[in-house]
């Protein structure tokens, strides 16, 4: 069974940074898919990053240029290194796995922005 444990959330003012972490286990199997989607509240959920086989780091254009997306060769660790954090970033952010065909996704750790 795949398990998905994330940590990493909190507060922070405004222009300060956090730094998201999820470890997947249970599988030997390397992801097609790994990064990081956020809700927030009366929203859907959205893309923030993620890494795609075959390539680098994809980002949502409202991220570009300050959350860095990294991760282990094993590829069953990625980082999200979030700097210069605005309002509009917070909101519940989720871990997100695809293996082949079935995608999981973790509990999700709260990121409030607020001075």
């Known amino acids: 069974q795949v398990q998905l444990v994330e940590s990493g959330g909190g507060l922070v003012q405004p222009g300060g940074s956090l730094r998201l972490s999820c470890a997947a286990s249970?599988?030997?199997?390397?992801?097609?898919?790994m990064g990081w989607y956020r809700q927030a509240p009366g929203m859907q959920r959205e893309l923030v990053a993620v890494?795609?086989?075959?390539?680098?780091?994809i980002y949502a254009d409202s991220v570009k240029g300050r959350f860095s997306l990294s991760r282990n060769n094993a590829r069953t660790t990625v980082w999200l290194q979030m700097n210069s954090l605005k309002p509009e970033d917070m909101a519940v952010y989720f871990c997100?796995?695809?293996?082949?065909?079935?995608?999981?996704w973790g509990q999700g750790t709260r990121v409030i922005v607020s001075a």
């Open positions: 997100n796995v695809k293996y082949r065909a079935r995608e999981y």
């Open positions: 890494f795609a086989s075959g390539g680098g780091p």
């Open positions: 249970g599988t030997s199997l390397i992801p097609d898919r």
